[in-house]
């Protein structure tokens, strides 16, 4: 018996797939914003599909933590908040340098050249905030870049769940972080680049040390951001 799904089911995983990749890639670029709620009859119209591939691909939405479901209100696009983050940060510091450690000792040469490869393409990536275009290139070529770093890990689950992390703390950073911080004392591009050389020199300490602090300083800068803003926010809302 052949475990192949049939062609309707196969058409249906795929149409889920695809609003579900449309509707994450809407909330990272923060088209979707914190709190708004997803309307599922509207979808339905926007898209010209049913409701029951709309409601599978929210779901996993829901999964991943960018949506959020409550009864008698719906679904809503999850909210920001300085706690959230926080434990988003502590759990990607984790759980990534984790995964990384077994990426240096099960990685191969095809490992350490896709490393290095998506480095060299981040690095030569533009990133001008005035052009979305370069903005949305950026950001492809550094999901890149740290999934390549980890891809040698031999341990699917805790790679979806780094995943899923790295996405939830991208949306903070693409939220609050729209350009380089010119207050900030920080080299991205030097912190990426000796992470990937201590990585693939099998140098195992010192990568998972400059991942975490690579991460963190990211957590760091973003709650400053985002207290910012939450000032902001009060002092217009009182004026």
């Not at 914190?34 to 591939?53: D, F, H, M």
């Not at 998972?208 to 985002?226: D, S, W, Y």
Request: net charge neutral; glycine share 6%; hydrophobic share 35%.
């Amino acid at each position: 018996m052949s475990d192949t799904p049939p062609p309707s089911k196969a058409r249906k995983e795929t149409l889920t797939s695809r609003i579900a990749d449309d509707l994450r890639a809407r909330i990272l670029r923060g088209e979707l914003p914190p709190g708004q709620k997803i309307n599922l009859e509207r979808l339905r119209e926007e898209t010209a599909v049913s409701v029951s591939p709309l409601r599978e691909a929210v779901s996993r939405l829901v999964a991943e933590g960018l949506v959020s479901f409550e009864d008698q209100r719906g679904y809503a696009v999850t909210p920001v908040s300085s706690a959230d983050l926080a434990e988003i940060t502590h759990l990607r510091g984790e759980l990534e340098t984790m995964a990384l450690e077994d990426a240096i000792a099960g990685g191969d040469l095809e490992w350490e050249s896709e490393v290095m490869g998506t480095l060299y393409r981040l690095n030569r990536t533009e990133r001008d905030p005035t052009r979305r275009a370069t903005m949305e290139a950026w950001e492809e070529a550094h999901s890149a870049f740290h999934v390549a770093l980890i891809s040698g890990c031999r341990q699917p689950r805790l790679l979806q769940i780094c995943t899923t992390l790295r996405r939830l703390q991208d949306r903070y950073r693409r939220l609050f972080l729209l350009s380089s911080n010119p207050d900030s004392q920080r080299s991205v591009e030097s912190e990426h680049r000796a992470i990937a050389e201590s990585a693939t020199s099998r140098e195992t300490a010192r990568a998972k040390a400059l991942l975490r602090a690579h991460i963190e300083a990211t957590g760091a800068e973003l709650r400053v951001r985002m207290e910012a803003a939450e000032r902001a926010e009060r002092i217009t809302g009182s004026g």
